[in-house]
């Protein structure tokens, strides 16, 4: 049966012990004292009928990494909330961890962002079938490989060596999810031509490509126009 329109509200989602270590961990890098300390001291981007605003400079980067972390979080929240037919016990293992970690990422952002993150995002998952096991998993390695590619597209918009910093650590957890969706569908697949390039390179995309992609995923309106684009 196809999973209609959801709302993500901020506390929708339950985080099991496992999410909740890995939450602590996060939130207890050092960056993220001074990410909070520095968010805290921008003023708040105006949300208005052209979308919601994600703001300018790191802050607009950083929600706009909170925005695709909401969208995966609130995917694979679904996906365990309703498990498609004959999905095996280490399958359930596994998209149950990257379900917690993709709630920690989101509850991250949004605890670093503070008054200055953007709101809950409506999404539309019409278009997946949670309950084919094909569909769940396509729809998985498109939103793996899309992570990836926006946080490499992202990197060279930070500033603060700091987030930078951040945003490498949740690539790379991300990178892995990746490798792991392919494998889960074609065991063998997870670095193939069509994630690594002719160098050995993950993909990278501008958040403009990558928000085109996710706002098929979405009812809310994202207003990326005061991103930085170089």
Do not use: W
């Given at each position: ?23 602590r961990f996060l939130t ?203």
């Open positions: 049966m196809k999973q209609k329109h959801m709302y993500v509200s901020e506390d929708q989602h339950a985080i099991t012990p496992k999410g909740l270590a890995r939450r207890q890098t050092a960056g993220l004292v001074t990410m909070a300390a520095v968010v805290g001291a921008c003023k708040k981007d105006k949300n208005d009928d052209t979308g919601i605003n994600l703001g300018s400079g790191d802050i607009g980067i950083l929600n706009y990494a909170y925005a695709l972390e909401q969208l995966e979080a609130a995917f694979y929240t679904q996906v365990m909330m309703t498990p498609f037919p004959g999905i095996t016990a280490t399958e359930t293992a596994l998209l149950t961890d990257i379900r917690d970690h993709e709630i920690a990422h989101r509850e991250f952002f949004k605890k670093a962002l503070a008054d200055k993150a953007i709101p809950g995002l409506e999404v539309n998952f019409a278009a997946i079938n949670f309950s084919s096991r094909d569909s769940v998993l396509g729809t998985a390695k498109a939103f793996e490989d899309l992570g990836v590619a926006a946080y490499n597209g992202a990197g060279k918009l930070i500033t603060s060596p700091d987030y930078l910093l951040l945003a490498g650590k949740i690539v790379s957890v991300e990178a892995r999810h990746a490798a792991l969706i392919r494998d889960l569908i074609s065991n063998g697949s997870f670095a193939d031509n069509t994630a690594i390039d002719a160098n050995g390179l993950d993909m990278a995309k501008a958040p403009g490509e990558v928000l085109a992609t996710a706002a098929s995923f979405l009812k809310s309106k994202i207003n990326a126009s005061n991103l930085p684009t170089s």
